[in-house]
């Protein structure tokens, strides 16, 4: 199984400034078709987990443009220019090159 | 609009079977997969296998082959996923998802049902 692995942030994150959560897996994710099929979701507290970002860096229907995928092969970044308090939660990053596996979740807080 | 709408909360004995149902609307069921994925209380996410609502097709995980079945039922836009043989670390929130034919993007998410497995 491919592993995804996620650090946690550094301490809360400040209103309206940006935060940057990474993602790496323990092979590439390059699939045989060429696309790379890793996804970031969110979890809000109490709620399902929600589709942001699919195939390294394109936004989901009605996601803030504040959102923004990045990454290759291996490593992978979910950035959020500036934090606003419905951003609180636990993002996910999932791959499904192979059978899909999720990171094990980056929780954002508010200062 | 998209939805799916699954049952409500199970509890179960250890050793028992549960079957939980995600109604799906806003599109055309036969044209996605579903994927079931659990999160155990406090815990982080676990894929627990996908079917095609098109052709019945599914993959499984090797850690839950042979426990679970899932199924469809077109003229309800129903799937389904039986969970048997339950044991105290089944418990856990299920979730069905569906899946873009080709795609793996897990785009739309049920409410999620609690399964509780206690003697």
């Known amino acids: 199984d491919i592993v995804m692995t996620q650090t946690p942030l550094p301490s809360p994150v400040t209103l309206g400034q940006p935060a940057s959560i990474s993602c790496r897996s323990s092979?590439?994710?390059?699939?045989?078709?060429?696309?790379?099929?890793l996804s970031w979701l969110q979890q809000r507290p109490g709620q399902p987990p929600r589709l942001l970002i699919y195939k390294i860096s394109n936004r989901f229907s009605g996601v803030p443009d504040r959102f923004s995928g990045s990454g290759a092969g291996t490593d992978f970044t979910l950035k959020i220019s500036r934090v606003e308090a419905e951003d609180v939660g636990v993002y996910y990053c999932m791959q499904a090159t192979e059978f899909p596996t999720f990171g094990g979740g980056t929780k954002v807080e508010i200062k | 609009q998209v939805q799916l709408v699954q049952s409500g909360g199970e509890v179960k004995n250890p050793g028992a079977s549960v079957k939980v149902s995600c109604k799906a609307s806003?599109?055309?069921?036969?044209?996605?997969?579903i994927s079931w994925v659990r999160q155990a209380p406090g815990q982080g996410l676990e894929w627990m296998g996908w079917?095609?609502?098109?052709?019945?097709?599914?993959k499984f995980p090797q850690k839950v082959q042979g426990r679970v079945t899932l199924t469809t039922d077109t003229s309800t836009s129903t799937a389904y996923m039986e969970l048997r043989s339950l044991r105290s670390d089944d418990t856990a929130v299920y979730y069905c998802?569906?899946?873009?034919?080709?795609?793996?993007?897990?785009?739309?998410w049920g409410q999620g049902t609690l399964v509780t497995v206690s003697s």
């Open positions: 998802a569906r899946v873009a034919a080709g795609s793996w993007d897990f785009d739309y």
């Open positions: 806003g599109y055309t069921f036969t044209s996605y997969g």
């Open positions: 092979q590439s994710l390059v699939h045989s078709d060429g696309n790379t099929y």
């Open positions: 079917i095609s609502a098109k052709n019945g097709n599914t």
